[in-house]
């Protein structure tokens, strides 16, 4: 079936770098696409999303960058921050399957002070 | 509520035993998603409901799994005759329109299930 992977299980940064996060995805049909971080012991929260028209998008010290030719989707962290240390998700939707998202195995962050 | 309401937090039951896990969504959210982690993997998908329509049931693992939305609210997920490898965080989500393309969804904290 179709799937959505990540590149990198384990993501070690100092504090004040900035974070790659890489994620591949399969299916050329997905138009959406969105990160998730989840901290211990919580549920996933929302950080970006980016539909398939644009090719990238930027919010609070986070930036997602689409590849549709590659399939490979990115999340960017500037200035890395202690907080910042979570699991990360990438997820992907599309009409035909009516946005229902299929999740990543996730990457983790660790941050290092 | 302000935020997706899980319960319980936590549920040790012995194997073959049946379960119910609860969620309550955001009120007024027309979508709501069960997902299951198991420890250190991501997410996969169980079932999810949609307004009115049908439920998806492609992602349920076997016919011990099944789900309810009544009212188009509160939804309850149920599996019976419990096994060791039933054994995770279920995660339940919803979000206020899935036909807007673009969904984010809103998760509740989870229930984690452990079977002995």
């Known amino acids: 079936g179709e799937s959505v992977g990540l590149h990198l299980p384990t993501l070690s940064v100092q504090e004040g770098d900035n974070s790659i996060i890489n994620c591949a995805y399969s299916?050329?049909?997905?138009?959406?696409f969105i990160w998730y971080k989840q901290e211990s012991g919580k549920g996933p929260q929302f950080i970006i999303d980016i539909r398939s028209n644009m090719d990238k998008r930027q919010g609070q010290r986070v930036t997602v960058l689409l590849n549709k030719t590659v399939k490979h989707l990115s999340l960017q962290i500037a200035a890395t921050q202690p907080g910042d240390s979570a699991v990360y998700f990438c997820?992907?939707?599309?009409?035909?399957?009516?946005?229902?998202?299929?999740f990543g195995s996730g990457t983790r962050l660790l941050v290092r002070p | 509520g302000a935020g997706v309401s899980q319960s319980p937090s936590n549920k040790v039951t012995e194997k073959g035993k049946d379960v119910e896990l609860r969620c309550d969504p955001i009120s007024g959210h027309t979508a709501l998603y069960w997902y299951r982690q198991s420890l250190g993997q991501g997410l996969e998908f169980l079932i999810y409901?949609?307004?009115?329509?049908?439920?998806?049931k492609s992602g349920l693992p076997s016919d011990r799994f099944s789900a309810e939305r009544t009212g188009g609210s509160v939804s309850t997920l149920t599996i019976q005759r419990t096994q060791q490898e039933d054994s995770a965080v279920y995660l339940c989500a919803s979000s206020p329109d899935l036909n807007s393309g673009a969904n984010v969804l809103t998760f509740g904290a989870g229930s984690r299930l452990t079977v002995l």
């Open positions: 299916n050329s049909a997905s138009d959406y």
């Open positions: 409901f949609q307004g009115n329509s049908a439920p998806d």
């Open positions: 997820a992907e939707g599309g009409l035909e399957s009516s946005y229902k998202l299929i």
